[in-house]
């Protein structure tokens, strides 16, 4: 099994920052991409960012760019999202989503994906 636990949403006011932190753990052999999502209430689930299994090949939706900024500590199997110049439309829940293979048997990353975290940001 393989549990990710998320941590660091709250509620801020417009302008603000706010870091989030995703720390897989369990039957971990080797960890592929990780990535944050979001969704807010009555839309679909989208891509926030993305970081390659060695941090160096990194993309973002177009309205995070400029403003937040993904990272990852593989000692720690952590994904860090620091979000800087939050605004009202990024309020949703966000989910880290991380590709795991869980032995050396598996030929392929699997993805798993943490429980969720509110962000609220106020006008």
């Known amino acids: 099994q393989v549990q990710l636990v998320e941590s660091g949403g709250g509620t801020v006011q417009a302008g603000g920052s706010l870091r989030l932190s995703c720390v897989a753990s369990?039957?971990?052999?080797?960890?592929?991409?990780m990535a944050w999502y979001r969704q807010a209430p009555g839309n679909q689930r989208e891509l926030v960012a993305i970081i390659g299994k060695r941090g160096s090949s990194i993309n973002y939706a177009d309205s995070v760019k400029g403003r937040f900024t993904i990272s990852r500590d593989n000692a720690n199997n952590t994904v860090y999202l620091q979000m800087n110049g939050l605004k009202p439309e990024d309020t949703a829940v966000y989910y880290c989503?991380?590709?795991?293979?869980?032995?050396?048997?598996?030929?392929?990353?699997?993805?798993?994906w943490g429980q969720g975290t509110q962000v609220t940001v106020s006008p």
């Open positions: 369990g039957s971990i052999f080797n960890i592929g991409a």
């Open positions: 989503n991380v590709d795991v293979r869980r032995s050396s048997s598996d030929s392929f990353y699997y993805p798993h």
